[in-house]
């Protein structure tokens, strides 16, 4: 799957055979589109391309009149805008030209320069190298790494038919005193378990509660603990962006949550009760999480994103894969602190950054706390609030939900009913990895209490595309006293 496109600006495509230099070049790796007459340049905006490849000059379409060569310049300039990185290739380099550029205001984020004759000695070497693959690559991931870097997306590169495989963890719940005693110094055991099995994930999923409530000190253990599980699972040093998480219930800090319920005497130097609380720092309480988000990730985004820290991840988009945030303790309050729910707003901003046509090939992995079984019906409010839920599924086009919460595995697909979408969605919600049977949940097909575990998801790939197949293979892996072993 050729998963980028490149718009090619060029008045030599067809007078100077050129076209045929950049399909030998780049038509291997990329999806090629052209302007290949000044009265298609109004036809850039319209032409969806993830990078373009501009000639500096172009007389051809213009004349021999400097003037009009740069107003023409400008006016292409001016038409790709902050659309994608822009490689500006040209057989005239001058310090005229080069003014033209200076002159523009940045107005592109031009990536790479080159002379004309380096495509045309590309082209040769192509035509009588046996090593072409090598060739290629030398421009094309140059290529590649400047569309992924514009895209913020990650700049490790993954095999066309490599799989993608996610550790998946819920439910640590740092500083709660129901942590299993036999879990202890379980980061070590499990990343040699990992190795010892072949398994080397590529994602670490944290779907909520990785603290118990949302303190310091518990937020100190999980960084501590989680980056020395990082270390021994991910064959590699930078690993902060393949760590992947949402908050759970115990995340939110409830002192944190309810400032509004109280005011400051500055006459008296003490709080008072707040008779009218207006929820303006009920967002406050996830402050905590953002904190430890940041510390895993390092990912700065987590302070500038909504405060409902429910948004899309693209980093890895050209592997296939889009992950989707879902905090479903957003409207979780010291007055309803077992609501589970979502806005409107949050959801309705999530639409609004997806771009439906490029969700053919992607496979969309959901992220959140709580399953179907908890939005469905609140325990506080009985409200049904499954079915806004489900239409975000549907409408997202998502593939896997991956959840927690109740402690213990769970495995199903969508609701042939539900929606178009849904029915070939695969639902799983991993056991927690902690906590001691007083907090888990009952195998009611074995008549006996779950034991503490964790799920790998492999994910198979094709031509560059993860496959959507129901027989995705989901490995559940139950922990027992200091034993691993396959539960499924």
Not at 9 to 33: C, W
Not at 391 to 399: L, S
Not at 426 to 455: C, P, W, Y
Request: glycine share 6%; net charge negative; charged share 25%.
């Amino acid at each position: 799957m050729k998963q980028y496109t490149l718009l090619v600006i060029d008045d030599g495509l067809v007078s100077e055979n050129r076209k045929a230099e950049y399909e030998t070049i780049l038509g291997p790796r990329f999806q090629l589109k052209y302007i290949e007459s000044g009265s298609q340049i109004g036809e850039i905006p319209k032409i969806k391309a993830d990078a373009y490849i501009l000639d500096m000059v172009l007389d051809g379409w213009t004349g021999n009149r400097k003037k009009d060569q740069q107003n023409l310049f400008i006016e292409v300039v001016d038409l790709i805008g902050a659309r994608g990185p822009v490689i500006l290739v040209s057989s005239r380099w001058s310090p005229e030209v080069v003014g033209w550029l200076n002159n523009s205001n940045g107005k592109i984020a031009v990536c790479h320069f080159y002379e004309w004759a380096e495509f045309q000695d590309m082209a040769k070497r192509l035509q009588h190298e046996d090593d072409k693959e090598n060739l290629h690559v030398s421009i094309s991931l140059n290529i590649e790494k400047e569309i992924n870097k514009f895209n913020n997306r990650d700049l490790t590169t993954k095999d066309q038919d490599e799989s993608i495989t996610i550790l998946h963890l819920s439910d640590l719940q740092f500083g709660d005193k129901l942590t299993d005693l036999d879990s202890a110094f379980l980061q070590y055991s499990l990343a040699a378990f990992l190795r010892e099995k072949k398994i080397y994930p590529d994602f670490l999923c944290l779907t909520g509660d990785v603290t118990f409530k949302g303190e310091l000190k518990e937020i100190e253990m999980a960084v501590h603990w989680i980056n020395t599980l990082c270390k021994g699972i991910f064959p590699f040093e930078n690993y902060k962006s393949r760590i992947l998480l949402v908050p759970g219930n115990h995340d939110v800090n409830m002192v944190l949550n309810a400032a509004d319920t109280v005011t400051y005497n500055f006459s008296t130097k003490k709080l008072t009760s707040n008779k009218t609380p207006q929820k303006q720092f009920q967002s406050y309480g996830l402050l905590p999480f953002k904190e430890l988000a940041y510390a895993l990730t390092q990912d700065p985004s987590w302070f500038t994103i909504q405060n409902d820290l429910c948004f899309i991840n693209d980093r890895f988009l050209h592997w296939g894969v889009r992950f989707i945030h879902l905090n479903s303790v957003v409207e979780q309050s010291w007055a309803s602190p077992k609501k589970v729910d979502i806005p409107e707003s949050a959801i309705e901003r999530i639409y609004k950054s997806l771009h439906i046509h490029e969700q053919e090939d992607l496979y969309t992995i959901l992220l959140s706390h709580h399953g179907k079984e908890d939005f469905e019906i609140n325990e506080d409010d009985p409200t049904q609030r499954w079915g806004k839920i489900r239409n975000v599924i549907d409408g997202t086009r998502t593939n896997l939900f991956l959840y927690g919460h109740r402690h213990g595995f769970n495995t199903w697909y969508g609701d042939n009913e539900e929606g178009t979408y849904i029915k070939h969605t695969k639902f799983h919600r991993t056991a927690t990895l902690m906590l001691n049977e007083k907090a888990r949940e009952i195998d009611k097909q074995n008549n006996r209490v779950q034991n503490r575990g964790f799920s790998v998801i492999t994910l198979k790939r094709e031509n560059g595309a993860v496959k959507k197949s129901r027989d995705l293979e989901i490995a559940e892996y139950e922990v027992s006293g200091a034993k691993i072993s396959r539960r499924n």
